[in-house]
Nanobody, 115 residues
Framework: QVTLVESGGGWVQPGGSLRLSCVAS????????MDWYRQIPGKEREMVAR????????AYGDFVEGRFTISRENGMDKWYLQMNNLLPEDTAVYYC????????WGQGTQVTVSS
């Protein structure tokens, strides 16, 4: 049973930073994709960051504009989304996601950016 558990969300002022974590378990291989998505109230879920080929390639949503970085702790099933220069419009629930035969989602972690 694959499970994904996010943590690290919270409240931050505009211009601040947060680092989200996603711990994956139940995955037998070391090589799998990992993505971060977010859902803003009233909008569809959108891709924030995506890894391909076990992290050798990454892609980001257009709105990221160099502010976020997806990474993986070496040798571990722990992934990060470092978010810098946060804006109020980044307020959303953030999810990690993988597809290994089937799709798996975490429960989400709330990020609130406001003054």
């Amino acid at each position: 049973q694959v499970t994904l558990v996010e943590s690290g969300g919270g409240w931050v002022q505009p211009g601040g930073s947060l680092r989200l974590s996603c711990v994956a378990s139940g995955i037998s291989s070391s090589f799998y994709p990992m993505d971060w998505y977010r859902q803003i109230p009233g909008k569809e879920r959108e891709m924030v960051a995506r890894t391909l080929n076990s992290g050798t390639q990454v892609a980001y949503g257009d709105f990221v504009e160099g502010r976020f970085t997806i990474s993986r702790e070496n040798g571990m099933d722990k992934w990060y989304l470092q978010m810098n220069n946060l804006l109020p419009e980044d307020t959303a629930v953030y999810y990690c996601h993988t597809m290994i035969g089937a799709e798996y989602w975490g429960q989400g972690t709330q990020v609130t950016v406001s003054s």
